[in-house]
T-cell receptor
Framework: SAVISQKPSRDICQRGTSLTIQCQVD?????MFWYRQQPGQSLTLIATANQGSEATYESGFVIDKFPISRPNLTFSTLTVSNMSPEDSSIYLCSVAFSGNSPLHFGNGTRLTVT | DQQVKQNSPSLSVQEGRISILNCDYT??????FLWYKKYPAEGPTFLIS?????DKNEDGRFTVFLNKSAKHLSLHIVPSQPGDSAVYFC?????????????FGTGTQLKVEL
């Protein structure tokens, strides 16, 4: 397994601002993903973070709202842009060491937008 | 459209007894299924998985059963321990479609009582 560090662990932000969440893994991983868990909901995949190229977004998520970077095999960032209260969620970084291997998750970032 | 469903939001079991958590899915393309456990303020932790070529997979106290014809899987924990108290998520993916892209259920809160 891997140690997945996510920062910040929580934040309270004002609407209209942006927050960048960092995900650092202690070893190189093949795949990195960003998930969201809205209150009372299941985990929903936002996008696949591709190393050295643009992220692949799932239906309902766009790059302008959730820009993602992945400069190398151990680090990724997710930005939540122009936030509204509806963006209040837990955002989770997850990694896989190979295709079809189980995902491992960071502890998440609890975001509250006021 | 909720493709993975966990119809019981909560379950209470006595210590030492069996815990049975259920999950149903609707997408026939799913062929790989996983269970995750989540404690408060932590990310989900991988527990056990099963591919569609099997109908049972066992790992210590945890057993997952898959009924493909019914599109149903269950997680059995025996004997249940107080430390098993957590939220359990069922997840599914298609190995041909990228096995790391998981679709999650809404979770079942398990409480193991002394």
């Amino acid at each position: 397994s891997a140690v997945i560090s996510q920062k910040p662990s929580r934040d309270i932000c004002q609407r209209g601002t942006s927050l960048t969440i960092q995900c650092q893994v202690d070893s190189q991983v093949t795949m990195m993903f960003w998930y969201r868990q809205q209150p009372g909901q299941s985990l929903t995949l936002i996008a696949t973070a591709n190393q050295g190229s643009e992220a692949t977004y799932e239906s309902g998520f766009v790059i302008d709202k959730f820009p993602i970077s992945r400069p190398n095999l151990t680090f990724s960032t997710l930005t939540v842009s122009n936030m509204s209260p509806e963006d209040s969620s837990i955002y989770l970084c997850s990694v896989a060491f190979s295709g079809n291997s189980p995902l491992h998750f960071g502890n998440g970032t609890r975001l509250t937008v006021t | 459209d909720q493709q993975v469903k966990q119809n019981s939001p909560s379950l209470s079991v006595q210590e030492g007894r069996i815990s049975i958590l259920n999950c149903d899915y609707t997408n026939s393309m799913f062929d790989y299924f996983l269970w995750y456990k989540k404690y408060p303020a932590e990310g989900p932790t991988f527990l056990i998985s099963i591919s569609s070529i099997k109908d049972k997979n066992e790992d210590g106290r945890f057993t997952v059963f898959l009924n493909k014809s019914a599109k149903h899987l269950s997680l059995h924990i025996v004997p249940s321990q107080p430390g098993d108290s957590a939220v359990y998520f069922c997840a599914a993916s298609s190995l041909t479609g990228g096995g790391n892209k998981l679709t999650f259920g809404t979770g079942t809160q398990l409480k193991v009582e002394l």
